[in-house]
């Protein structure tokens, strides 16, 4: 019982409640020794009154709020019932997590849904790290099963335990797929399969369906999974525990019998099914029985077709699965066989002869059907000496039906287990260490408990027993190893109810004797019962029922059940009698009497006895109980030998609904599985266990001396006597401080008491720091006060003075004011009056000058006229005398020049030469003389028109001046008339023109508004082309990044099938070495002619048979064997697998013809031949299936654009759209071929390189020759030289010499001497040349695997010599003249080099990644970068670690990022070194920051103590030493850094605040590289490591989920990172420099001074 001290006001106790077995309530107020009862106050806010008898009477305290849901439940401070409900309850419903720890066991909830917690991540999560720093998983029992394995060489055990429908089954399941996945790491073999393949077969023909669960194991299973030293599976073995064989003959209501029934009912329409004649499950009386032959969710006939595939994988022939199922079929029929009765008093029974049901068991089992009838309704007895038949009664006879059945489904069963035994054991070598998982049935009580019942609550007290034990050898080892002087724990021991079953005169024994009696029965038995246990010797486990003399009771250490004995001695015996044995042995079929013959064979009935009318043997009458006690004593000594690790999974609720906490089921189940005897057992002890440095960091408030971390034990050992005064409440071990259950919580009430009363003090002092502040703030207040009021007063006489003196002023202004006014209001007047005057006068002035001012005007204007028309007439004559002169002077020149015409004559004479010029210029004047007369006809033509209207104007207005000068006066009345005419006229004419104008301003404002709407639309139609052409633009961009996308994932599946290639190619050269070492052990054998062809593929175009397109086509060497050695000698004669025929028709499939060419005197030249046809014309129909596939996308894609195009108007816009069509069409173009490129890489003529060399050459011939051309500055290579020099070059040459050498020296030796044989004619040694070279660099890189320098530099070799090859291919356009291409065909040794450069890529990740691998946790989560920063951020029961793991080292290294930013910085610098482009350094480290941010976040989401606000800036620091590590080598353009962005935001989420809407809102805004999972598993997880820090509360988490459901479809719905993505690597080609001899420097060390320079 806790401290009393502790039962104060305020404090939390646990009560208990029918309903939820243990409610929570408050203390209101202290405790006191003496009081009879507890003032509490439950949830609800009402108080009671809890009655307290003694001190045993307290309820139990709660534990603080910081402790809820831990994820140990040894870690509380109280350890008791009601805390370990709580939280489990709390972990279950609030926090989703069905995984919690309780010492060294594991308690596991069934959630009944399927939760995303067992992916690959996952296991790669829990792989490798420490099981005390992950949160619970079924994984991490299994990791720290394995690793102790490992690391001690000891054998292991997991014993999986619990309630019917409480998740054993599975969880058994997840433990060996874990097993299989990290025994087998990548290379997942045939064993780890057949391993795997074993569960859906046990399900099968051992599970059903019953009241609890869907799929209850009704056996129980041992299956120890072998290990070999280098800690891979190598085998496995199975053994199993009490069938209930009694369900094959009767189920109870609403059960079902084994799925293997109903899986084969629902099967009966398939061909081969056909002949089992089977029928529906209501039709058959063994499955009929529980009534709902279905069960929902479950297809039993795809179960089924698992079933098959499972028995395949293990070896099972389609032959033989047949005949199994024929005996569950004959099982069925079996049970509608219809027994009758006859006699007299019905003592005889008889079969119909034409009953079917009988007639289909005994076809389907090859036995006689009228020696079954006969020997199921007789039986044979001996007396005297002879042989005598008895009929037996019709219900004996249904006892011998039922009992058969039970019998042949038993052995069926045991069958099967032996032969996956046999097919799981190890072929390869000795197991040196195992693993068991032990999935057994839990404590079962119903309402009839029988003969099952008693056998598997048996093996549960034994069970109990050894964990008991266990668990205290623990405590025990923990206190040694700490030199505790401690005294014995006391613990609950189960051994007087073991003895009462097993011991001498116990139940089982005179279970035993009761059924060697002739006339045993249970009445008898039960009597024998009470007589041994109630009246001679009263067992305190043994009690009579009241109301029952058939029953007994018996007190389980997990509950008191009632047993009735009708069916013991019956289920018990299991007797079959032995004339039906026979009639089995002798069937036809193999099968049966294989089954049957082994059990003639064996000492003893492996499943029960058989009973003959001789007097049998005591080895025939072995019973069942006898024998589950011998197994189940095997069993505890092999999980003695072996290191025990215990499962407990819990049935939350029986309605099976998913996160339903029903807390009374729960505790019945805690109370039968043992979890809470542990927590007695730690509670007994010392539970509380902290170092003295976890301790001194805690409470070193309650220390007294030197406050040193180095002082720390000496401090605990010196205060802890002060403050416990009960010396056996704590103990001092070497490393640790041990506390009994509540002391903690005692230390914790003391440290907050003195953190209480050192606030109190605190705040005394600062309270009288503020009252001494208060006080002289008033003092200077008052004063202060003072000061202004005399102020004040002063003032306001001023005021008053200031006032009279304002008042005399005022009467002295105003009076001024009003004579003033009047003064200017006189003024005013005056000045008005003179105004008006002064204005007319100057009125009158200015009218008369301007008069005077027109006057003058008029004058200068008539002046003016009068003047200008007597210059015009004067300058007239002057112009008519100058026309006069001019024509008289130019007569006289005309004169002169005919004259000197006249005298022509002389100078032609003269001047001959001048004739032609003088020709042309008259040409030319004649020319311009007609232009001259045109123009002047012209001009005389345009004057007389001219003339002629001016005359016919004048004509005009002469006319009217006549008329007006002819017309007479008019009248006067006329004229009035005229004028009123005219008026009304000029009105109607201004009404028109005014309505005009009108009109005209309505037009005008209309043609307003429609050049309005006419802008508008021209700008929604702008706008609208302007979208059109947005999504055309976003087509065609979406098009095209969907194609890169597909080419990206073509690329990754293409680099991933390479990957397992190389894989797969390592692990046959591994096997074909230790197949050679063997042959080699054994002696010189003769080498098969199949095994003779041997060689190594350069390409992944020889894909193993393991990665081939038609697995079903070639069986397996081990299926092969198994034929040979295991089937009948017709079946050797006959094999069940020819190449010839399998090869025939996979050519028909694939529609490949026969190449009637082909004629070869080897088989296996032949089917390798066809074999690499039928590939081709696999590779080629996918080729046409996806190019047919992208040509209508491409189309779609067309359609869609000329759809947008066409609501455009602008013929610009479409020209422009068809023109980025075009460009769009043309990537997609070269994006389709280089994805053909890159599918084709899988070349098989590789193989036929080596299987046909002379049919390739003879190809190859066919091909155009170039003719070689002349080329200097080359290296020759003679033809024996050839080996070595790659030999000095590649093969043999030393790593220091090679790192020494330029980048791609190399490479580029190789290609010179490569190009020289070309260049000389020998086509063909310049390709084996160029192959041997790349063969050899592929062996120099699986030389150096781990070596990163070495790798490096043999891919910058590689990528050189390819981009070299692709430089000088024959195929290759050629913009220089000068660059000769080679001329052979370089394609396939182009593929090769590709795929080498994808390898060497893959190994140079493979090598960071494993040195990584080790550093990244502890570097990047558990480093202290920041000092003091979480140093004393303890929290409380953090340190109490699982018992039985390894301690971890204390004083190593602390850990760093120095580590991965080295190894980052060493690759980088071999990267940079050998001058590798700078975007595959960028893909490499996008690589690697992904793995890094994966492993990093999956480790922060599974890690509680990892969640909190100091450990996220902890982390956060610690990443951006890693971006600006990145970022100062220039990666961060290639994605290096944004790949960190999910592990960035989850620090930041683990800093930001977690309490209001607002905070949320936030959150969901900020964290958008992290998926809606893992944002609300870090807020669940989050755990404040001070006290200043609070946990999240469920609403706030409830909120977040709620903004987090909009945004949570686009975001992977996965828990964790996938660490295994792979990002497609694009290798850059850039055309390389022109190399030549010359230019090149070759040391002497590599050796090759025999190359000649040509």
């Given at each position: ?1131 050797r004669r006959h094999p069940a697998w020819s190449p010839e025929t399998q090869m025939e028709q996979l050519m028909e499939k694939m529609d490949v013809p026969k190449d009637p060419a082909v004629k070869m005197k080897r088989e296996d030249l032949e089917l390798a031949y066809d074999a690499v046809r039928v590939a081709n014309k696999f590779l080629e129909s996918q080729l046409r299936q996806q190019h047919s596939r992208w040509e209508e996308e491409l189309s779609a894609v067309r359609s ?455």
């Amino acid at each position: 019982m806790a401290t009393l001290e502790l039962y104060t006001k305020g404090a939390s106790v646990w009560v208990p409640d029918p309903d939820s077995v243990w409610v929570s309530a408050q203390l209101l107020q202290d405790f006191r020794p003496g009081e009879k009862q507890l003032l509490l106050q439950l949830p609800d806010g009402r108080e009671v009154h809890h009655p307290v008898g003694s001190l045993s009477d307290l309820p139990p305290l709660g534990n603080p709020d910081i402790l809820e849901g831990e994820n140990d439940l040894t870690a509380l401070s109280f350890l008791h019932e009601p805390a370990v409900l709580h939280n489990l309850r709390v972990r279950f419903l609030d926090y989703s997590s069905i995984y919690t720890y309780c010492g060294i066991v594991l308690v596991a909830i069934n959630p009944y849904e399927q939760l995303p917690i067992y992916g690959e991540e996952v296991v790669d999560a829990y792989s490798g790290q420490d099981m005390a720093d992950m949160e619970p998983h079924i994984f991490s029992v299994a990791e720290e099963a394995y690793r102790t394995m490992t690391r001690e060489e000891k054998n292991q055990s997991i014993v999986i335990s619990g309630e019917s429908g409480s998740g054993k089954t599975v969880s058994a399941k997840f433990t060996m797929r874990y097993f299989a996945v990290v025994g087998g790491a990548a290379q997942r073999t045939s064993v780890e399969e057949r391993v795997l393949s074993s569960n859906p077969i046990m399900e099968s023909i051992g599970n059903a369906k019953t009241t609890r669960n869907d799929n209850s194991s009704r056996f129980g299973k041992y299956i120890e999974i072998g290990f070999g030293r280098k800690g891979d599976i190598v085998g496995a073995n199975m053994r199993t525990y009490l069938l209930e064989k009694s369900r094959v003959v009767f189920q109870a209501s609403s059960e079902r019998n084994y799925h293997i029934f109903y899986q084969l009912c629902a099967s009966r329409d398939l061909p081969e099914m056909r002949a089992l004649k089977l029928d529906a499950p209501k039709h058959f009386r063994y499955t009929n029985q529980g009534g709902d032959t279905r069960i929902p969710g479950t297809d039993d006939l795809s179960d089924l077709e698992r079933t098959r595939s499972a028995l395949t994988t293990l070896g099972v022939l389609p032959e033989q699965q047949l005949e199994l199922f024929r005996i569950v079929s004959a099982v069925l029929h079996l049970g509608n066989v219809n027994i009758q009765a006859s006699g007299r008093s019905s003592d005889r029974s008889y079969i119909d002869a034409q009953d079917g049901a009988l007639a289909a068991f005994s076809k389907l089992l090859g036995v006689e059907g009228s020696q079954t009838a006969h020997w199921l309704c007789h039986r044979r007895l001996a007396v005297g000496g002879e042989l005598l038949v008895k009929p037996v009664s019709g219900q004996q006879a249904l006892e011998a039906r039922d009992a058969l059945a039970k019998h042949i489904y038993g052995q069926l069963f045991t069958w099967t287990v032996q032969r996956l035994n046999s097919a799981l054991r190890s072929q390869r070598s000795k197991a040196k260490s195992f693993i068991g998982v032990l999935d057994i049935y839990g404590f079962e009580t119903f309402e009839w408990n029988s003969f099952e019942q008693f056998c598997i609550n048996y093996a549960n007290e034994k069970l109990q027993q050894q964990f008991n034990r266990h668990v205290f050898h623990l405590e025990q080892e923990e206190y040694v190893r700490e030199e505790l002087a401690w005294n014995r724990i006391e613990f609950s021991d189960n051994q007087q109810c073991i003895n009462l079953i097993e011991g001498q005169l116990g139940m089982f024994d005179l279970l035993d004797e009761e059924c060697r009696m002739p006339k045993g029965s249970d009445e008898s038995w039960v009597l024998k019962l009470y007589d041994q246990h109630l009246t001679s010797k009263p067992h305190p486990h043994f009690r009579k029922p009241r109301m029952s003399n058939s029953a007994f009771i018996i007190l389980h250490f997990a509950d008191t059940v009632q047993y009735e004995c009708s069916g013991f001695l019956d289920k018990n015996r299991d007797t079959v009698f032995e004339e039906l044995i026979n009639i089995l042995r002798a069937s036809q079929s193999e099968l049966v009497a294989e089954l049957f013959q082994q059990q003639g064979n064996a000492p003893n009935v492996a499943n029960g006895s058989v009973r003959s009318g001789k007097r049998a043997t005591r080895e025939h009458k072995l019973t069942v109980g006898f024998q589950f006690r011998q197994s189940l004593e095997m069993l505890m000594d092999t999980l003695n030998s072996t290191t025990p690790h215990y499962v407990r999974c819990i049935k939350p609720n029986d309605l099976k609904e998913p996160f339903m906490f029903d807390p009374r089921r729960t505790v019945q189940q805690l109370r039968a599985c043992g979890v809470l005897e542990t927590i007695r057992i730690s509670a007994a002890g010392y539970p509380s266990r902290w170092t003295y440095e976890e301790f001194f960091s805690r409470y070193r408030v309650l220390l007294r001396g030197p406050q040193s971390q180095a002082q720390a034990q000496a401090l605990c050992r010196q205060n802890l006597p002060q403050l416990i005064q009960d010396p056996d409440q704590y103990c001092f071990g070497k490393t640790k401080v041990f506390f009994r259950a509540g002391q903690v919580a005692l230390l914790e009430r003391l440290r907050a008491e003195r953190l209480r009363v050192a606030a109190v003090i605190i705040q005394s002092r600062v309270k009288g720091w503020l009252g001494r502040l208060r006080y002289g703030r008033i003092c200077w207040a008052a004063g202060t006060i003072q000061r202004y009021s005399r102020g004040t007063l002063a003032r306001r006489l001023a005021l008053t003075l200031h006032y009279t003196k304002a008042a005399l002023v005022i009467q002295k202004t105003f009076r001024m004011v009003v004579v003033r006014q009047l003064f200017v209001m006189i003024r005013q007047a005056t000045v008005t009056i003179q105004a008006f005057t002064r204005g007319t006068l100057a009125r009158r002035t200015y009218k008369r000058l301007v008069a005077e001012r027109a006057a003058a005007l008029l004058q200068a204007r008539v002046r003016g006229w009068l003047a200008r028309r007597a210059y015009g007439r004067v300058r007239a004559a002057v112009v008519f005398m100058q026309c006069c002169a001019r024509r008289k002077a130019s007569r006289r020149e005309l004169l002169k020049l005919k004259a000197e015409a006249r005298s022509v004559e002389r100078y032609r004479e003269l001047n001959k030469g001048m004739e032609v010029k003088l020709m042309q210029l008259q040409l030319r004047v004649d020319q311009e003389v007609r232009q001259s007369a045109a123009l002047r006809e012209t001009l005389t033509a345009e004057r007389e028109a001219a003339s002629a209207e001016l005359e016919a104007l004048r004509a005009i207005v002469q006319k009217l001046e006549t008329q007006k000068q002819e017309k007479l006066p008019p009248d006067p009345v006329e004229s009035e008339k005229e004028v009123e005419e005219r008026r009304r006229a000029e009105e109607r004419t201004a009404q028109e023109i005014l309505r005009l104008t009108q009109e005209l301003q309505m037009l005008q404002t209309e043609k307003d508004n429609v050049y309005i709407e006419k802008m508008d639309v021209s700008a929604r139609l702008l706008e609208q082309k302007k979208t059109q052409q947005e999504c055309v633009h976003q087509a065609v961009l979406q098009a095209s990044a969907d194609l890169r996308s597909e080419l990206d994932d073509e690329r990754m599946k293409y680099q991933s099938l390479l990957k397992d290639f190389t894989r797969l190619e390592q692990r046959y050269d591994n096997l074909r070495e230790m197949s050679l070492l063997t042959e080699r052990s054994k002696g010189h054998r003769r080498t098969d002619s199949t095994q003779s062809l041997s060689f190594e593929p350069l390409s992944p175009s020889s894909t193993p048979l393991s990665m081939s397109p038609f697995p079903s086509a070639f069986p397996s060497p081990e299926a092969v064997r198994r034929i040979s050695v295991t089937s009948p000698s017709d079946e050797r004669r006959h094999p069940a697998w020819s190449p010839e025929t399998q090869m025939e028709q996979l050519m028909e499939k694939m529609d490949v013809p026969k190449d009637p060419a082909v004629k070869m005197k080897r088989e296996d030249l032949e089917l390798a031949y066809d074999a690499v046809r039928v590939a081709n014309k696999f590779l080629e129909s996918q080729l046409r299936q996806q190019h047919s596939r992208w040509e209508e996308e491409l189309s779609a894609v067309r359609s869609q654009l000329s759809q947008a195009i066409s609501a455009s108007s602008s013929a610009a816009q479409t020209q422009d759209i068809w023109e980025l069509l075009e460009a769009r069409e043309q990537e997609c173009a070269r994006l389709r071929r280089e994805l053909k490129e890159l599918k084709t890489t899988v070349s098989l003529r590789r193989l036929l390189s080596h299987v046909f060399p002379s049919a390739l050459t003879a190809e190859a011939s066919c091909l155009p020759q170039l003719k070689p051309a002349a080329v200097s500055g080359l290296l020759e290579c003679r033809k024996r030289d050839e080996t070595k020099l790659i030999k000095n070059l590649i093969t043999d040459i030393r790593a220091d010499v090679a790192l020494s050498l330029p980048p791609g020296l190399p490479a580029s030796i190789l290609f010179l001497c490569v190009r020289q044989a070309d260049c000389g004619g020998d086509q063909g040694r310049a390709r084996s040349l160029c192959g041997a070279a790349v063969t050899a660099m592929k062996a120099a890189m699986k030389k150096h695997v781990n070596d990163l320098d070495m790798t490096v530099l043999w891919l910058k070799n590689v990528c050189l010599l390819h981009d070299l090859l692709v430089q000088h291919s024959p195929k290759q356009s050629h913009d220089s003249n000068e660059l000769v291409p080679l001329t052979f065909d370089l394609s396939n040794l182009i593929r090769t080099l590709s795929d080498l450069c994808i390898q060497g890529y893959q190994q140079l990740l493979f090598i960071t990644e494993a040195r990584l691998q080790k550093l990244i946790v502890p570097a990047l989560l558990e480093s202290e970068t920041i000092a003091g920063l979480s140093g004393s951020a303890v929290k409380l029961g953090a340190s109490r670690k699982r018992a039985g793991s390894i301690p971890r080292p204390v004083g190593g290294d602390a850990p760093t990022m120095a580590p991965v930013l080295r190894e980052l910085e060493g690759l980088h610098a071999a990267l940079t070194q050998q001058a590798l482009p700078l975007s595959l350094t960028e893909q490499a480290f996008r690589q690697l920051s992904h793995f890094i941010c994966a492993c990093a976040l999956n480790n922060l989401l599974l890690r509680k103590d990892m969640c909190s606000w100091s450990r996220g800036m902890q982390i956060r620091y610690n990443v951006s030493l890693l971006e600006e590590c990145l970022r100062s080598r220039g990666l961060q353009a290639g994605g290096a850094v944004a790949t960190l962005e999910p592990l960035i935001q989850a620090t930041q989420l683990l800093q930001v605040g977690k309490k209001t809407d607002a905070d949320a809102r936030a959150i969901v805004q900020t964290c958008t590289a992290l998926s809606s999972k893992q944002i609300v598993k870090i807020l669940t997880v989050y755990s404040p490591h001070s006290d200043l820090d609070e946990k999240v509360s469920l609403n706030f988490i409830r909120t977040v989920q709620e903004l987090l459901k909009g945004a949570s479809d686009s975001q992977p719905p996965q828990l964790l990172m996938d660490v295994r993505r792979v990002f497609p690597v694009t290798f850059p080609y850039s055309p390389p420099p022109a190399i030549s001899a010359e230019g090149l420097v070759i040391p002497d060390s590599l050796k090759i001074s025999f190359l000649h320079r040509a």
